[in-house]
C-alpha cells in the first residue's frame, strides 16, 4: 500500500532553516490525479497547511508563510521536500507530508489528503 | 483563531448521534468542498469524509457529512468509544491566490 515517511532533523537553531524530506512507497509521485503536500501541527493544537507541489513542479504555499516555504519534488528518488528559512519557536511542531488525490465530484473539484505520513516532530531551540 | 470555526469540544454517551459544526464564508466552505479528519491521539490525521458527504472506503456509515451554505457538519450517529478523538474540517479559500484552511478541530469525548 502507499506509504508516506518524514524524515530531516528534530532540532533546529533560531534563524536558522529547517529541511525535511517525503519518501513516497507503494505508488508513482508523478500520477497527475494525486499531488503532495505538507501540514504541520503544533503541540496541542491544530493542523495548518504548509504547501502543496505537484510532480510537475507546480506548487503553491500558504500565503503566510510564503516568504519562507520552499518545496521541491524529486521524481527519481520518489521524494519531496520542504525548506523553511528563518526558523522561531513559533515553528516548532509535528511536520506531516500527505498525498492529495484529485478528482471531481458532482462537477466540483475535490482533493482530499488520503494518505498521510506518520510526522516527524521539530523543536526549534538554540 | 481559525477562518473555519469548529465548537472545540463536543461529548456524547455511547449510542447517541453527535454533530460538529464548521462555518466558514463565501469565499471558503460557500464555494469549495468540505473534508473532515479525524485524529486519534497520538497519531496523524485519517480521512474520514470528503467532497462534503462522501465515504472514503471503509469509513463506517456511522459517520455522515453535509454542507449547506456556509457551514458544514458532520455527523456521527451510534457513538462508540472509539470516536473519541479530535475532527478537523478542511476546504480551499478563494483569497490570496488560493490556499487551504483547516478549522480548528474539534475534541470528541464519549461519556
Known amino acids: 500500500q502507499v506509504q508516506l515517511q518524514e524524515s530531516g532533523p528534530g532540532l533546529v537553531k533560531p534563524t536558522q532553516t529547517l529541511s525535511l524530506t517525503c519518501t513516497v512507497s507503494?505508488?508513482?509521485?508523478?500520477?497527475?490525479?494525486?499531488?503532495w503536500a505538507w501540514i504541520r501541527q503544533p503541540a496541542g493544537k491544530g493542523l495548518e497547511w504548509i504547501g502543496r507541489?505537484?510532480?510537475?513542479?507546480?506548487?503553491n504555499y500558504n500565503p503566510f508563510l510564503k516568504s519562507r516555504v520552499s518545496m521541491l519534488v524529486d521524481k527519481s528518488k520518489m521524494q519531496f521536500s520542504l525548506t523553511l528559512t528563518s526558523v522561531t519557536a513559533a515553528d516548532t511542531a509535528m511536520y506531516y507530508c500527505?498525498?492529495?488525490?484529485?478528482?471531481?465530484?458532482?462537477?466540483?473539484?475535490?482533493?482530499?489528503?488520503?494518505?498521510w505520513g506518520q510526522g516527524t516532530m521539530v523543536t526549534v531551540t538554540s | 483563531q481559525s477562518v473555519l470555526t469548529q465548537p472545540p469540544s463536543a461529548s456524547g454517551t455511547p449510542g447517541q448521534r453527535v454533530t460538529v459544526s464548521c462555518s466558514g464564508s463565501s469565499s471558503n466552505i460557500g464555494s469549495n468542498t468540505v473534508n473532515w479528519y479525524q485524529q486519534l491521539p497520538g497519531t496523524a490525521p485519517k480521512l474520514l469524509i470528503y467532497s462534503n458527504d462522501q465515504r472514503p472506503s471503509g469509513v463506517p456509515d456511522r459517520f455522515s457529512g453535509s454542507k449547506s451554505g456556509t457551514s458544514a457538519s458532520l455527523a456521527i450517529s451510534g457513538l462508540q468509544s472509539e470516536d473519541e478523538a479530535d475532527y478537523y474540517c478542511?476546504?480551499?479559500?478563494?483569497?490570496?491566490?488560493?490556499?487551504?484552511?483547516f478549522g480548528g478541530g474539534t475534541k470528541l469525548t464519549v461519556l
Open positions: 507541489i505537484y510532480a510537475s513542479g507546480s506548487k
Open positions: 500527505a498525498r492529495a488525490a484529485v478528482s471531481i465530484v458532482r462537477g466540483k473539484i475535490t482533493d482530499p489528503f488520503d494518505i
Open positions: 478542511a476546504t480551499w479559500d478563494d483569497t490570496l491566490n488560493g490556499h487551504i484552511l
Open positions: 507503494g505508488a508513482s509521485i508523478s500520477g497527475g490525479e494525486y499531488y
